[in-house]
């Protein structure tokens, strides 16, 4: 059970995850990306703190639903040796307010719980819109944490036969492998880059990269590309000829697109110009049309909105204050 803090509730982990599920962060995630586009929502720019010595960043994002009865402030950390030393990659604390008062009303004690089910939750609405009704097979890159959120986010919203993941090690790439087979999907490992791209009818980017590592040569007809690691300016998963042959590029959000993510590179480059962009909320709120054609490349470039972690955390408190 929640314990009190004065007259805040203090949820633990567990008590977060039982509360907060899938399929109800992936229709709240949708609703705040509606909410977003039609400006019934407040998101203030992303407060991006490098840790050097440590290799650490920690994101500090914001976000408010107009009329909801609460704002969030969200605290991700992303620690990557700590997985040398058996300690948890990522990290991360919700602090819930009432909007009324501005009183606190709960801190959400997720351990980055929130994040990963949310990120994973626009990569499963971004499917919805985006992808073939029709698809085979999901070309993973990364094996982190987030690769097996948004394999698992996404079989809420498509059917498909195989996964194939490729990793920068090969023992990680198995791990993911074998974690997504438990679930009962057919997973393989991809011996290359090429291999977890080609043939893929969705491919979903989850590293941290700093250098390209999809390419446009090896993009199928038909495929969506869903950029989920590039939430810094430095970040790149895609090449921008990724972005220049795609039939439509999608944003999360277009001000902070143009300063983080695949978006910022490609616009910078010269090879696309910012009308070429929707952002999913105006597909979501029926604005703009999802996918039009079996043919047609999209990328959807998913930098991550405080909108996203409200939304999540309005779930969380629902359940606890009906």
Known sequence: MPTQLGAALVLTEPEIRELLTPAACIAAVERAFTSYAIGAAELPGVIHLDIPDARGEIHIKAGYLHTAPWYAVKFASGFPGNSVAGLPVNGGI???????????AAILLDNGYITDLRTAA????AAKYL???SIGTVGVIGTGAQARYQVQLLAHVRAFDTVKVWGRRQEGAAACVADIAATGMHAVVAETLEQAVADSDVVITVTASRTPLVRAAWVKPGALIIAVGSD?????ELEVDVLALADRVVADSLPQCRRLGEIHHA???GVLQESRVTEL???TGGQSPGRISDAEIIVCDLTGVGVQDVAAAAVVMEAVRP
Do not use: S
């Not at 919700?94 to 606190?104: K, S």
């Open 281 to 283: 909320g105006q597909i």
């Open 267 to 269: 616009l910078e480059a």
């Open 131 to 133: 992808a073939r009704e």
């Open 232 to 236: 810094g300016p430095d970040k790149r």
């Open 94 to 104: 919700v602090v819930v307010f009432d909007a009324r008062t501005g009183a606190l």
């Open 122 to 125: 626009a990569g499963a609405v």
